[in-house]
């Protein structure tokens, strides 16, 4: 919650100074809370899955006033941010969605058991995935304007997606061996870094910054995000050491 918004913080001085609304966009997409994908990483990579339960549910709740005052402390020069109507929209989309999810939880179960709820949870991920994919088509379809104009604008966006998730993944991996951050504990913390939602993002810059580009720089992360995270999938257990990697090393000596 603190590296990530200085990285991107970082990059925007570096690579966004004729595009603020952009870069505005890039630190918007660091500081929200790590994505569902981060407990799948964190299954995939032999984590600490309960860990990384935890810092999503956490970190969503403490965003709701995390994000609009330290994006108007990092991006305020940028844009105009409307800190009060960021904090209402947090509470929409964060709030209501859990409210619901506990209501139709229990009117799932009212109606069928707890097996007939897990034989369908499967199918939660592809909906989720779709859902995902259509906000960015219709976010980017809000912005052809923009992007037939200044075609370029997209190309700057990834230059800095590319730039941020790089340094993510390996300034977050390298603190984590500094640190002596045991393996399982470590994925959760490097994925959460790398892995955001940016759904959460596409809302916030729609809902309040509309007549402006900071979208495009959501939609940017959007589109180096998951191709990086599954890049690194090969290259976090290499650069932690993990432990049956070193076991293995020791017995081919």
Not at 70 to 75: D, E, I, K
Not at 173 to 180: E, P, V
Request: net charge positive; charged share 10%.
């Amino acid at each position: 919650m603190v590296l990530a918004p200085l990285l991107g913080y970082g990059i925007y001085h570096g690579l966004f100074r004729g595009y603020p609304e952009l870069g505005a966009g890039l630190i918007l997409s660091t500081m929200v809370c790590p994505g569902g994908m981060n407990t799948a990483w964190t299954g995939l990579l032999e984590g600490d899955v309960p860990l990384a339960i935890t810092l999503n549910a956490t970190t969503l709740l403490i965003s709701i006033v995390q994000i609009p005052y330290m994006f108007s402390l990092l991006a305020g020069s940028s844009v105009a941010v409307p800190v009060g109507s960021m904090v209402r929209t947090l509470v929409i989309i964060v709030v209501l969605p859990l409210a619901i999810g506990f209501a139709s939880r229990w009117a799932i179960l009212k109606r069928w058991d707890e097996k007939s709820l897990k034989s369908f949870s499967p199918n939660f991920a592809v909906i989720s995935g779709l859902s995902a994919i259509g906000v960015v088509f219709i976010s980017a379809a809000l912005k052809t304007h923009a992007l037939v104009k200044e075609p370029h604008l997209i190309l700057v966006g990834l230059a800095g997606a590319v730039a941020y998730y790089l340094l993510a993944y390996f300034v977050s991996a390298i603190l984590c061996r500094l640190g002596r951050i045991k393996y399982a504990q470590s994925i959760p913390l490097i994925y959460g870094t790398g892995t955001k939602n940016l759904s959460i993002a596409i809302a916030l810059s729609l809902a309040n910054f509309p007549n402006t580009n900071v979208v495009l720089g959501v939609i940017a992360c959007f589109m180096i995000q998951m191709p990086l995270a599954s890049v690194f999938y090969k290259v976090i257990p290499r650069i932690l050491r993990k432990p049956e990697d070193l076991t293995t090393q020791r017995g081919n000596q």
